[in-house]
């Protein structure tokens, strides 16, 4: 008789237990209207402002962004500048349909359907935030933390820390999705296994746990194949595992097709 070959097992799927959330440029395409409300701004005041200096605001605190605004010519205090911003981002928001990112209000949605708490993790005020939260209904985020949350901004943790904590969950055992190098800097220094999702801005490989160019078409099952090779190495750490188990190398895109 013919010896069988072993059957593989696969393990199941690692289920995060929750999914922490960016929303400028990761649920809404709005990096687009800060940068429109930046150069209306600063055209007010006669100040110069180019489109790398649009750039290298994406992911950052507002009161960074209002401290570099002031720095270039803005006669106004930081807090006004926010405002300011925050107020002409809000006011395109409004209406029937928000500009959302391929395939993110639709994992969104499916991650309510299949019972994985998500949460808005956002340096957007939390009058803004609260548009977008608002727009999911029911399907939507039991936690929203807002850039008037917390002290610091990303790319400190305190924003994803509290996610988590409001969530009463372990980060590590979160899946963080963010896409912007401030953002990831930020959700991989809380622990939470991280994918960037590149839009405006490129996202250094090896940066986070996983590097997708579009959620488009990610369904949670994809996710979780995605992610659960590092959601098993945090398993292992938090158990005390071997320091001899490797950590899952990084996913890119290339692999994820």
């Known amino acids: 008789m013919t010896a069988q070959p072993p059957t593989t097992v696969r393990p199941d799927p690692v289920l995060p237990a929750a999914v922490l959330w960016d929303m400028d440029g990761t649920i809404i395409d709005t990096e687009p209207i800060w940068q429109e409300s930046q150069v209306v701004l600063t055209a007010r005041f006669g100040a110069e402002w180019t489109h790398e200096d649009g750039l290298s605001l994406v992911g950052s605190g507002l009161e960074r962004s209002g401290?570099?605004?002031?720095?270039?010519?803005?006669?106004?205090?930081?807090?006004?500048?926010v405002a300011w911003?925050?107020?002409?981002?809000?006011?395109?928001?409004?209406?029937?349909?928000?500009?959302?990112?391929?395939?993110?209000?639709?994992?969104?949605?499916?991650?309510?359907?299949?019972?994985?708490?998500?949460?808005?993790?956002?340096?957007?005020r939390r009058t803004m935030a609260l548009v977008t939260a608002e727009a999911f209904g029911a399907r939507g985020f039991r936690v929203v933390v807002a850039?008037?949350?917390?002290?610091?901004?990303?790319?400190?943790?305190?924003?994803?820390?509290?996610?988590?904590?409001?969530?009463?969950?372990?980060?590590?055992?979160?899946?963080?999705?963010?896409?912007?190098?401030?953002?990831?800097?930020?959700?991989?220094?809380?622990?939470?296994?991280?994918?960037?999702?590149?839009?405006?801005?490129?996202?250094?490989?090896?940066?986070?746990?996983?590097?997708?160019?579009?959620?488009?078409?990610?369904?949670?099952?994809?996710?979780?194949?995605?992610?659960?090779?590092?959601?098993?190495?945090?398993?292992?750490?938090?158990?005390?595992g071997p320091a001899s188990v490797p950590a899952s190398a990084p996913v890119t895109e290339g692999d994820a097709r």
């Open 67 to 81: 401290e570099i605004l002031r720095a270039k010519g803005v006669d106004m205090e930081v807090e006004q500048i």
């Open 85 to 124: 911003m925050t107020d002409f981002v809000v006011e395109r928001l409004h209406g029937d349909d928000l500009p959302w990112r391929p395939g993110a209000r639709e994992l969104v949605e499916e991650l309510h359907d299949r019972g994985v708490p998500t949460a808005l993790v956002t340096m957007s």
């Open 147 to 240: 850039g008037d949350d917390v002290e610091r901004p990303k790319p400190y943790p305190d924003a994803y820390l509290s996610a988590a904590a409001q969530l009463g969950v372990d980060p590590t055992t979160c899946v963080a999705i963010e896409d912007s190098a401030t953002g990831v800097a930020s959700a991989v220094a809380s622990g939470a296994v991280t994918v960037g999702v590149e839009h405006i801005v490129p996202l250094a490989e090896g940066a986070c746990d996983v590097l997708l160019d579009t959620l488009d078409g990610v369904t949670v099952d994809r996710l979780l194949e995605l992610t659960g090779p590092a959601l098993a190495a945090r398993a292992t750490d938090r158990q005390g």
